[in-house]
């Protein structure tokens, strides 16, 4: 039996004398660990089964994206010791050759997954990383509700469903802030919103928020810094929520959230209606630009580099205060690093979170209680703060 403390050497001394004693005794050392094997800062991934290469495939920026892994001498045993920092947490695929087939699969020692539109991702983390409780279902709780609208919209030339979360206890005769999430119901499946919500407003460090839910059939070009957008937030949206429920007058007590090109959507919306919005969430922002030469990134970047281009060379406040968060992972974090500086020129108070992960839901789940907390505290952070 391989001891409970081990190192990632011994771990790997372990598996290979095992896999000398047949498949049996593999299976039994690989069903003692939870894989991948991380301590310290490094972690050992294994994998089982026939194959002519096998290899690590990440999303982390400015890193190899494919890292091999070695076989075992005479065992179908394929092993992989590299870094991995002690808060990481990383989104991965395992590559499996075999012959001219190159496929691309879950980790099958690894339970831990991710999901978001396009599928999901097996899930490394650090030994220090630490999946936040208050993004959990919890019993205990008052829970909101989410209802739906239909929204015509002139602007676009069709109906938009319009989701609202509505806080627990939700009274017409009270009033409350408002928080626009561009990709909103993304954010309720992949990003735990709702359980978020739900829980902050719970402890007191939330106060009761209305948060509005949007959806874009054609998002690259309508959050592209797009107009039509920004009218459609502010001139169509806008009118439907004030009209329909109680909300709380003054920029302060409005906000737009948003991640990738959502955040540029956010920012842009924002910066479109001057003193409408007094709060931004910008999660991951896609601010692209070119100080020299071309951007790199294709013709669906073009709209956004050539706006957050115009924005840097005259910036004026979009918000009062402006929540960022991005992962060291990112090859957005330089853009991102780039636009704090800038914000800040414009009198706005700026903050920008770092965290070690990259460019996904789950990421900009693990930041919510930091950006949602700051621009609109509840009675315990007013309090003890």
């Known amino acids: 039996m391989i001891p409970p403390v081990m190192s990632i050497a ?23 660990r939870p894989w991948p094997f991380a301590v310290g800062g490094r972690a050992l991934f294994a994998y089982r089964g026939p194959a002519d290469e096998v290899k690590l495939q990440h999303w982390i920026y400015a890193f190899s994206s494919a890292q091999p892994f070695e076989r075992v001498a005479g065992t179908d045993l394929w092993l992989l010791d590299t870094l991995l920092q002690r808060r990481a947490r990383v989104e991965y695929k395992l590559e499996v050759v075999r ?3 190159h496929q691309l699969v879950s ?25 936040p409780e208050w993004a959990e279902p919890h019993a205990d709780v008052h829970h909101g509700e989410v209802i739906e609208r239909q929204l015509k919209s002139d602007i676009f030339g069709d109906i938009r469903p319009i989701g609202i979360y509505l806080p627990p206890r939700y009274r017409e005769t009270r009033r409350y802030p408002l928080l626009i999430a561009h990709d909103g119901f993304d954010y309720l499946r992949f990003s735990s919103l709702q359980h978020v919500l739900d829980n902050l407003i719970e402890r007191q460090e939330l106060p009761p928020i209305i948060v509005a839910l949007i959806q874009s059939p054609n998002r690259l070009e309508e959050y592209a810094a797009s107009e039509l957008h920004a009218r459609f937030v502010g001139d169509e949206l806008m009118p439907l929520l004030e009209g329909e429920f109680p909300l709380l007058e003054g920029a302060e007590h409005r906000g737009l959230l948003g991640a990738s090109f ?10 479109s209606r001057p003193g409408k919005f007094g709060r931004l969430f ?14 790199g990134r294709g013709p669906v970047f073009d709209p956004v580099v050539r706006w957050v281009q115009e924005f840097r060379e005259d910036p004026r406040q979009p918000s ?9 992972y990112e090859s957005l974090i330089s853009y991102n690093r780039a636009m704090l500086p800038v914000l ?36 315990y952070w007013m309090v003890y703060e």
Request: aromatic letters at 8%; one cysteine or more; hydrophobic letters at 40%.
């Open 10 to 32: 011994e771990v790997r001394e372990a598996l290979i004398a095992a896999a000398a004693l047949g498949p049996r005794e593999l299976d039994i050392a690989l069903a003692e």
């Open 344 to 379: 800040q020129g414009t009198g706005a108070e700026v903050r920008l979170s770092e965290d070690q992960d990259g460019h996904n839901w789950e990421n900009w789940r693990d930041r919510l209680r930091t950006g949602l907390t700051w621009l609109f505290p509840g009675p």
């Open 282 to 295: 910008l999660q991951s922002g896609s601010f692209a630009f070119a100080d020299i030469g071309d951007h």
């Open 320 to 328: 009062e205060r402006i929540q960022m968060t991005c992962g060291v």
């Open 262 to 271: 959502g955040a540029v959507a956010s920012l842009h919306a924002a910066w």
């Open 99 to 101: 012959g001219d087939r």
């Open 107 to 131: 980790d099958p020692l690894n339970p831990n997954s991710a999901r978001d539109p396009f599928g999901s991702n097996s899930v490394a983390v650090g030994p220090e990383y630490r999946r």
